[in-house]
């Protein structure tokens, strides 16, 4: 199949033509390196051509590791037989970013006889401003086409198509071969000759921008407006989204109450009840948090404001070897981890993407919440000091919370600081985008494609992982009682590594049912305890757990031990995928599993101490 | 069209350049236009090429847009295109200003 390149650097609209020449929708938004991976897609005009989109990379001398893989794969590229021609987009408003890479593009594929188009686009900019760019005459400095095209508008789109087939049909040639020798340094020189020869004057095309930007970063409305604005991404997270969680929730309630009985044989209808609709379930519950998030986090990359947002972060986050960009995947993490991971996504330093991903498994996640909420209600005292202003419970539930983010913190600063490779990441030079008005469509298309994302990927490792549970908390006995059950065994078998945490075998096997989600602690121990729909009401379980003579500071290293451990099998899943590197998801599961125990082996010393 | 322009980083030591308007593009204030006059040697080459991918050439001009409060990194402009850069990078960009609005 022959194949056109699509090549341009980060936030040129890349991503938007590929869209528009192939009808597919691949993510879009207005915030720089948003491509990350290689898309391919038939071109609509022109069934028989695919088209390559490749990430978007700032010149093709790569300065990280990342960087890196691209670039090879574009020098690959050209020494494929099929590929017949280059597309290299341009930002017209911006020459001088642009024109560098499009020189090393157009001199590399002299060196493989691959024709190249160059694209300049955000015409429409240009035009709105009464601003133009002389593609002819920049067309015979560069020695190649130049079309003007608006990937926005679709301006242009029809000439690029016939310069596509032009060159296919006419087997073009590239051109005399003028850089084939040129160094770096020397195209580099050019480019900026080139830039302030045909680049647009003055700074008319971003005095909107500057304008926007002394309210949006201003020291004072700045702050108003970032917290504003996080206020809403918390409220879009915790409240817009929990009636679409309740109605998935309900609508497998039902769902379940329909196909359950339907089943015969039992075993298939405890597999179907708990399993499929309890296990699938529970992951299912979050698709719409996911979706609500990623809409949000999209209007914010869209808009413009997500550079700002990164900008403004920046400072207090480098004191623990992040970069403002890990805010919104942390702040993210603080619902679910896996929108968090996600949205790591648009930090283009691989060194503090890692660093992200890290932090983003301790932030407290909503499905710490229940467990929080039990065992707090177990061992710390209900009663309020100075007058009611301060309970003691509610203080607890703020430390445990803070204590999750303190300890992410903690670990990314210790890391970046023995980790010696500093100079060899990108540094924090953020190119801040125009303001844009987002496009609804592309917005919840990408929620959608993001969420489909979540339940594929993630829903075979889950499901896998919930087989295996249900199996062993269901045989031998068919699920009579889990104590007697597979999993009943392992809880007595790992009993004696939690014996010095002061918890039995009842505690060891809630614990090691809660690798699959946290939450399902809750639902373990009321298993155990004969209590039904523990989940729903705590009061019965906190009573038995009071009764149990459980010492407060085992309940205190259980608070510790799920602030740190990595306990969700979808996280894992989602970081092995999106990392690229199932190695790190699994370092980073033992790592924190050690690192928990550890932690809350020594909270339950401490209290022992003072109780 | 021939091939021309600038053909090297311009690298000066830190104490290389002595007049009393060299500074670092940290140190301007918002409304600061200043011209770079080049790199310190202790940023690193690949930081240095990434910068004047970016536009920031000796000889350009570069405003300081924003300034923000409490050392969050600041705002420039080179060309039509604005750029936030923090002390790290932006210290060891050596510039003499042109003009100031304060």
Redesign the interface.
Known sequence: MPKTILIGSPNSGKSLLFNRLTGLHHKVANFPGITVDVGIGKMRALPEMDLVDFPGTYSLQAISAEEKVAVEHFQRALQDPDVEQVLCLIDATRLEKSLYFTLQVIRDCERHSKPVTVLANLIDVLDNHDLSLDVAELGAALHTSVLPISARTGKGIEAVVERVKAVREQALQPPRAHLIDAPDVLLRGTAHQLSRRFGPKGDVLVRTQTRLDSFFLHSVTGGFAFFAIMYLLFQSIFTWSAPAMDAVETALAAMAQVVVPLMSNHVARDFTSDALFGGIGAFLVFVPQIFVLTFIIGLLEDSGYMARAALICHKPLRLFGLTGKSFIPMLSGVACAIPGIYAARAIDSPRKRLLTYMAIPLMPCSARLPVYTLLIAAFIPSGTAFGGLLGWQGLAMFCIYFFGMFCGLLVTGLISRTSKDHYTDLPFVLELPPYRIPGLGPLLRNAWNRSKHFVTKAGKIIFAVTVVIWVLGYFPNQGTDLGTSWLGYLGRIVEPLFAPLGLDWRYAVAILTSFLAREVFVGTLGTIFGIESADENMTPLVEQIQSSDLALGSGLALLVFFAIALQCVSTVAILSKESGSGTLALKMFVGYLFLAYGAALAIYHLAAIFT | ?P???????IDCGKDGISTPMNLSLWSLKAGDRCEILGYDQVL?E??R???????F?PG?TV?C??S??????K?Y??????????E??ADHIHVRLIDTDA
């Open positions: 069209m091939l021309s322009g600038p053909q090297a980083p690193p690949n930081y090429t990434r910068m004047m991918e970016f536009g050439h350009e405003a847009v924003q923000v409060a409490f050392g969050a990194p705002v402009r080179v060309s039509n295109t604005i750029f936030s850069l923090d790290e990078v």
